[in-house]
């Protein structure tokens, strides 16, 4: 179990959705990992509560898709799978093109300065010295944010900031091959400078392109791990 695992009250919420908020993001920001077993009687003592809310709290996971119930094992962190990262990032590859695109004709000069800041900013961190996923990942997500909140659609942006947990969850895969770097970097720049340009299908392009590019990476890292997985369980027979 993972010492950073802390959960944060909050005055307004039962404790049985403190509990699940808290477990949720800890399996989103990779606190806990795929695969990791859930104990009940382990979380609870983690958290400081008792083994009901932590009950619930799994069973709300596994209507999600975070968690799977393994027969004589019990509840296990969900495993990324290719099937699961595809569906949302189908939609988020429609939706960022759709956002690139509002941007270009919508943006303010307040915005499109932060908008600068945040591509520098993501860069300055992705450069830095003690690499930090969960520092770069959300440098990430602010660039992204800043385009997102400048297309003024209030119902385009309910729908991603409903799938900013979900993607959070692919995107630190991606983060983690220092590979991709480089690229990731790139495509910011480019997708920035076509929104500068108001060069709506530049920019379109890039923000399918940065999906598409992390979408393969992430697959290529799945079947890497099943790989081993297999490999370990031969040597295990």
Known sequence: MQDTLQMKMNE????????????RQAILTGELKPGERLMEIHLANRLGVSRTP????????????????????GAEVAQITEKSMN????VRRAMDALCAELACERISPEELESLG?????F????????????EIAQADVEFHDIIVRATGNRRLIQLIQNLSEQMYRYRL?????????????QEHRIIYESIVK???E????????HIDNQEKAIIAQIRREKEKSEKNSAHRV
């Open 54 to 73: 932590i009950r619930e709290a799994i069973r709300k996971l596994e209507l999600e898709g975070l968690v799977t119930m393994i027969p004589r094992r």
């Open 12 to 23: 307004f919420l039962p404790l049985r959705d403190v509990v699940f908020d808290t477990l």
């Open 173 to 185: 895969e991606y983060i983690k091959d220092e590979t991709q770097h480089g690229r990731l970097m």
């Open 123 to 134: 860069e300055e961190t992705v450069g830095a010295r003690n690499l930090n996923l969960k």
């Open 87 to 90: 569906d949302v990032l189908e």
């Open 202 to 209: 530049t920019a379109s392009q890039a923000a399918k392109l």
């Open 198 to 200: 108001k060069d709506k």
């Open 117 to 121: 800041k945040a591509c520098a900013r």
